[in-house]
């Protein structure tokens, strides 16, 4: 029998999958993947301004929520590759709708800054 979760209750797990995914750096990752596999240093010059430690730390996270997997090869240095799991791929449309919104309304969210800073000066 699946459990009832209700995430406005204080105690409620899905809290923290909510702050995960609230976080811009899980965001841009799984953004990033929605493609297919990327290896770790591609993320790292894709996602520009997280730190390698960011990175590994969101990556880990990530991967513990079983949102996407992590394959290793044996080369020299060794090869990370990073991937949605099944369970991430249902979040695509959601994670590209939230990331890209941004961009898309971004002049309207500074001018309704600008408004609102103005107004608050008088």
Same mark, same amino acid.
């Given at each position: 029998?699946? #459990? ?5 209750? /204080? ?5 923290? $999958?909510? /702050?995960?995914?609230? /976080? ?16 770790? +240093? ?14 590994? #730390? ?13 394959? $290793?090869?044996?080369?020299?240095? $060794? ?13 695509? #449309? ?10 898309? +309304? ?17």
């Amino acid at each position: 029998m699946l #459990q009832a979760y209700n995430v406005y209750e /204080d105690r409620c797990p899905t809290r923290m $999958v909510l /702050d995960r995914l609230a /976080d811009k750096w899980a965001l841009l990752i799984l953004d990033r993947l929605e493609s297919g596999p990327v290896r770790f +240093n591609h993320l790292r010059r894709d996602i520009k301004g997280i730190s390698q430690k960011v990175l590994s #730390q969101t990556l880990k996270k990530l991967e513990r929520d079983g949102l996407l997997s992590r394959a $290793v090869f044996p080369t020299v240095p $060794v090869t990370v590759e990073y991937a949605l799991t099944p369970l991430g791929r249902t979040l695509t #449309q959601t994670v590209a709708a939230l990331a890209h919104w941004a961009e898309h +309304n971004m002049d309207a969210v500074l001018a309704a800054q600008d408004a609102y800073d103005a107004s608050a000066d008088r």
